[in-house]
């Protein structure tokens, strides 16, 4: 199991964000979620996955915004499951409030704590942060081709670049540039790389 504990960063100086970040989740990704999000404290919420890929996903969504930390636990789960997130247990859980403690003191703000025996998940931590690291350092012009080639923005299906161009008003040599400065190309490699290999260890912690 893949579980992320999600907690916004100075809560106590910013309103509550945590309704509308369970909802983006309910939203976006309902379907491939063990049990609906939940908020577990005052400012942190819990969301739980048998899919790496989409545990990504999650994390990589909220580390854009720069206002949570994110933890990222891989792990068993005690069965049978309890009927809410809230109240299920096991080294996934256990994982994700080590993993969202050490994340608090990360400039990239994730970190991901898996099983002892979970070499391979372990390694992926460095390489997720070098993806946010990345991310972080694009510009709005870079996120708004993003937004529109990914099918990003509220749902909507991606476009080629040649309509996202198009949509912006500038020259499809313009957009591949952008494209290219964007690190576009490369974000969607690694993160189905990634998603990959978190898959596959998921299954093989699993069996």
């Known amino acids: 199991m893949f579980v992320l504990t999600i907690?916004?960063?100075?809560?106590?100086?910013?309103?509550?964000?945590?309704?509308?970040?369970?909802?983006?989740v309910e939203t976006?990704?309902?379907?491939?979620?063990?049990?609906a999000p939940e908020?577990?404290?005052?400012?942190?919420f819990q969301v739980a996955t048998r899919r790496g890929g989409v545990a990504l996903d999650i994390a990589l969504h909220f580390a854009r915004t720069e206002e949570w930390s994110i933890g990222l636990g891989i792990g068993d789960v005690t069965l049978p499951l309890?009927?809410?997130?809230?109240?299920?247990?096991g080294s996934a859980f256990v994982n994700a409030r080590e993993a969202v403690t050490a994340a608090k003191k990360r400039p990239?703000?994730?970190a991901l704590v898996a099983d002892p025996g979970a070499v391979t998940a372990q390694s992926l931590d460095p390489l997720i942060r070098l993806l946010i690291t990345l991310r972080d350092r694009r510009t709005p012009e870079g996120w708004e081709l993003f937004d529109l080639v990914e099918g990003a923005r509220g749902g909507s299906l991606p476009l080629t670049l040649t309509a996202a161009a198009?949509?912006?008003?500038?020259?499809?040599?313009?957009?591949?540039?952008?494209?290219?400065?964007a690190g576009l190309r490369?974000?969607?490699e690694a993160r189905?790389?990634?998603?990959?290999?978190?898959?596959?260890?998921?299954?093989?912690?699993?069996?």
């Open 192 to 207: 189905d790389s990634l998603g990959s290999m978190l898959d596959t260890e998921g299954e093989r912690i699993g069996e």
């Open 7 to 24: 907690d916004q960063i100075d809560s106590r100086h910013h309103d509550d964000r945590v309704a509308s970040a369970v909802h983006e």
């Open 39 to 44: 908020r577990t404290a005052g400012d942190e």
């Open 108 to 110: 990239t703000r994730f």
């Open 28 to 35: 976006g990704f309902s379907r491939w979620l063990v049990g």
């Open 166 to 181: 198009e949509q912006l008003g500038i020259t499809v040599q313009a957009a591949s540039q952008r494209a290219l400065t």
């Open 186 to 188: 490369l974000d969607r």
């Open 82 to 89: 309890a009927d809410s997130v809230r109240a299920m247990t």
